[in-house]
């Protein structure tokens, strides 16, 4: 299933993840790492387990993923042990060092799932690639790598701005500088060829509804399927803006029924307009994608 909005929950808040069931988020990211602040981590681990196995995987609306802390600090495998036993539907994998770090957590994940009774490969992951200088440099090599736990990529501008020590990552117009145009399209290449979601950055500023929908159409046309989150109010929003439209849904269900009745042909005329292979690919993948969520 295509997931759109991706929504960050603090997961040391008992008040913002009493709220999850009431917002319409395609997958919420229970974080255990920067929103909790590291005297609240081991009360994070305690009260996660319980939230999570308190919503059954047959039983969600929503799938739950866990933002662990990254390898190279103390908290990560504590995350996995605590976490694992309630069956999450996903790991996210912050400042992920490259395809090697990403096998790593799934031979974790193998283990974990043996020792909680839960079927082997059942949980996902998404690594965020670019939030450090040398992952950054390494995007193209998740695409030679073997990751079948792998449901989509991500990338993030704040962590690897921070490591570049630049002042910001955005020019005077509120457009990516160049460094972040360029990891963001080689994610989106990387995340196409391996055949798994690419899913957008953060839109920080929640207050402005109207640039997050532009940004999110934008995002859509190039390619992305979905969108992190930072606040409940950027949900709707990002829902509707990987949605495609009822007018693209039926020249799509058109274009599919043209080739199906004439299959002997490679190209269809409609209105006046000629479509070929790469056009059904892409028809059938708006489908796909407007009837899983209307």
Known sequence: ???????????????????????????????????VAPSRKQLAREMLPEFVAARPKTQRGSQLWIRINPFGTPYALDDLA?????????????????????????????????????????????????????????????????????????WGAEDLSSALAASANCDERGEWDFTYKMVRSQTLLAA?????????????????????????RVSRREGFSGRLAIHPAQVEVINAGYLPSEEEAALAARIVEAFESQPGLGTIGIDGKMYDMPHLKQARHTLELYEAHV
């Open 1 to 35: 299933m295509i997931l759109r909005s991706w929504l960050f929950i603090p997961a040391d808040s008992e008040k913002k993840l009493a709220k999850v069931d009431a917002i319409p988020a395609d997958a919420f990211l229970l974080d255990l790492e920067d929103s």
């Open 82 to 154: 605590a976490v694992m036993p309630a069956a999450p539907d996903g790991i996210m994998l912050p400042k992920a060092a490259g395809p090697d770090e990403v096998l790593r957590l799934s031979h974790y994940l193998d283990a974990f799932e043996l020792a909680a009774g839960l079927e082997l490969g059942s949980t996902c992951i998404m690594p965020l690639v670019t939030e450090t200088p040398a992952s950054a440099l390494g995007i193209g090599a998740y695409t030679h790598a073997q990751l079948p736990r792998v449901q989509g990529l991500s």
């Open 192 to 216: 196409h060829a391996m055949g798994v979601q690419p899913v957008d950055t953060l839109f920080v500023d929640f207050r402005d509804p109207e640039g997050l929908a532009s940004s999110c």
